[in-house]
């Protein structure tokens, strides 16, 4: 028979909370720890960049006074400190579970002998009698009292044969006793008198606030895409989104997003009169291009949602670098940029689903025009106004006017002006990208045949503007060892799972020169292959980053990307077009023509071209070689082969002849 009890003193339910507490926090900050990215200390070193990544550093961290946490950080430290003070609660309590043990109760030692523990007892009924001792404050008669009967159990487990029997085999000198089953609760839960509030309690917990929290998950992730944005969103990328689709379709289809990613703010009538500002400034700059953006923006009903109106005005301003007064409208603005990498990443799985070319590139070079603050479509004078201290009056003002970097700061240095030395720290960690080699393998195949599966496999580097690519001589012999090894490497690599060759170490590509951009950036590119003639995209595009710099002592200087794919069903010659897009800078791209020759297998009893005799003058076959310039066989020639096989054939005639004779 067992009786169950409640947690009186509180311990069971404080060492239950600590268990609980530590099976959750422990891998959960675990977790938050483990998945940090590394951290990067280098990049583009101009002022421009250091101060942009020390601003940004300071809005997303906080200050040491009132430091920025995410929610995540909130709820662990909650966690902690709860578990803390639940294991300082359970340092001060005292267990009341005890193992009997009678010769603790009477002091002696358990090899002391059946005389030895009467004359100990005798001793302690003395003391401890309770007509012997004397109650006090401290020492009541009920306390007294406990005290002499258990020293008489104790006594009596150690010489009355049955009550040493039941102590041996119950650990109890009165025999078996009834289990006590401890639950971790406190008895005012179960208490008459508390029934309604915790029957209000758990009606709250699990008929009202668990039903909400699922409810909000389920409903929260039917409206999200896999992208992370609205559902809606994606519908009206869908919508926006053609095969021919132009700059200014893909900008309109980015600004509809925001009607339902980022809601206009609570004081937005506040900045009416700023943005209209701002409105009317860029119509002034952009002109048609801007006014057909809005227009493509509105929704059916012709109106142009407010949402939508102030992210398109904001995009503008931040395009044109328009100069906002307003703090409240320079923190709207942060968030509208920094919310354009995630909605043009959807915006580009809408297209490559599709297979479109034309937008699929857009939207990546779009990606750039954003981090630099660059007008769109600016022509290549605007683009060098990247360079920092640089706009386009400078470029206009420099004799003659500058086509390249290394032209406008060769202008700067001659002029001894002092942008000459922030110009060439960001030229140094510029991100022009070169293709090495572009090539399709197959693994353990000399030919590419129908529907196998082929590597698109792509080496990248980066050149800086001004950067010689050209290595030092070397010996035949070392000549061949280099290539013996890169082509070692590049085998192993092939059997690899990863998309990427390692990045040896030290070799990451940093921070990059984009000083507008609201947070420091590092630089990516996509790579993908395309059908310039049918406007097609081949295979989906990969998102790669760490192409190394350039470097005319290293061996291989370079880093190796491969894309997987299905080869096409049938034999034939494909041309296609690699493109190498920068999400970071604006114009850097490369792009090189690449073939796809797919081949029959050769079967290993087929005949050669040298196994084919030449074909007769007078036959079809021979007119059609004479006419490709092959040779043929004249009329009446006879091969050696031929004649051969004649005279033996004679010769066997003859023998014949002979043996029948």
């Known amino acids: 028979m067992a009786a169950y009890e409640y947690d009186e003193g509180g311990v069971m339910a404080t060492y239950f909370l600590i268990t609980f507490l530590a099976l959750i926090l422990v891998p959960f900050t675990l977790s938050s720890f483990g998945g940090a990215p590394d951290k990067i200390t280098h990049g583009c070193e101009c002022d421009a960049c250091v101060e942009q990544r020390t601003r940004a550093k300071k809005l997303e961290g906080g200050s040491l006074l009132a430091p920025r946490l995410s929610k995540k950080a909130y709820v662990l430290a909650t966690g902690w400190a709860i578990f803390a003070l639940a294991v300082y609660r359970a340092s001060k309590m005292k267990g009341t579970s005890s193992v009997y043990d009678p010769f603790e109760i009477l002091g002696i030692a358990s090899s002391a002998s059946e005389k030895e523990i009467k004359s100990h007892f005798k001793k302690l009924s003395r003391m401890y009698h309770p007509d012997k001792v004397k109650e006090t404050a401290e020492l009541t008669i009920e306390a007294i009292q406990d005290r002499f009967v258990s020293i008489t159990k104790a006594y009596k487990s150690l010489t009355d044969e049955t009550i040493r029997k039941n102590w041996l085999e119950w650990n109890n000198p009165d025999g078996p006793q009834t289990t006590s089953m401890g639950i971790a609760l406190p008895p005012w839960i179960v208490e008459s008198k508390n029934n309604v509030w915790v029957l209000g309690v758990y009606g709250l917990l699990f008929g009202g606030a668990l039903p909400l929290l699922v409810g909000r998950w389920w409903f929260g992730n039917r409206q999200k895409t896999k992208d992370g944005i609205n559902a809606r969103s994606a519908a009206a990328f869908f919508k926006s989104i053609t095969e021919e689709a132009t700059t200014e379709e893909v900008v309109s289809a980015l600004g509809k997003a925001y009607e339902w990613e980022l809601p206009a703010p609570k004081n937005a009538q506040a900045l009416d009169s700023e943005l209209a500002e701002l409105d009317k400034t860029i119509s002034q700059k952009v002109g048609q291009q801007y006014a057909e953006v809005k227009r493509l923006a509105k929704d059916a009903n012709g109106d142009l949602h407010e949402s939508r109106r102030r992210a398109l005005i904001l995009i503008y301003a931040h395009l044109t670098r328009l100069p906002i007064a307003s703090p409240a409208l320079q923190t709207e603005q942060r968030q509208v940029i920094l919310q354009t990498p995630l909605l043009l990443n959807a915006l580009l799985n809408v297209s490559t689903a599709r297979n479109w070319l034309v937008p699929t590139l857009s939207v990546m070079r779009l990606n750039s ?109 070392e000549t061949k060892r280099v290539a013996a090894a890169n082509e070692k490497k590049d085998e192993e690599f092939l059997l690899t799972k990863g998309d990427a060759e390692d990045v040896p170490k030290g070799k990451t590509t940093g921070w990059a020169h984009a000083p507008r951009w609201p947070t420091a950036r590092k630089p990516t590119w996509w790579l993908v292959l395309g059908d310039e003639k049918q406007g097609r995209v081949v295979v989906p595009p990969i998102r790669i980053s760490d192409i190394p710099y350039a470097d005319s002592e290293s061996e291989r200087d370079y880093r190796t990307y491969k894309i997987q794919f299905q080869g096409p069903p049938s034999t034939g010659v494909f041309t296609w077009k690699v493109f190498v897009v920068s999400d970071t800078y604006v114009a850097e791209e490369a792009n090189r023509d690449i073939t796809l020759k797919i081949e029959d297998a050769v079967a290993d009893n087929e005949p050669s071209e040298d196994e084919i005799s030449e074909p007769d003058e007078d036959s079809l076959a021979g007119q059609m070689a004479a006419m490709r310039g092959d040779q043929v066989k004249k009329k009446g020639e006879e091969s050696e082969e031929e004649s051969g096989t004649d005279d033996d054939e004679e010769d066997s005639d003859s023998s014949s002849d002979s043996d029948s004779d």
Do not use: C, H
């Open 369 to 477: 025009y954003l981090a630099q603050a660059l007008p769109l479509n600016a022509p290549p004078r605007v683009r060098l106004t990247q360079l920092p201290g640089v706009s386009k009056a400078d470029i206009d003002a420099l004799t003659p006017r500058p086509r390249e970097m290394t032209e406008v700061l060769s202008a700067l240095q001659e002029k001894g002006d002092a942008r000459a030395g922030q110009v060439q720290k960001a030229i140094q960690k510029w991100g022009r990208v070169e293709i090495v080699d572009a090539v399709f393998k197959v693994i353990g195949e000399r030919i590419i045949t129908p529907s196998s599966i082929i590597f698109l496999v792509v080496k990248l580097r980066l050149v800086p503007p001004g950067t010689s690519t050209e290595k030092k001589d070397l010996s035949v012999d």
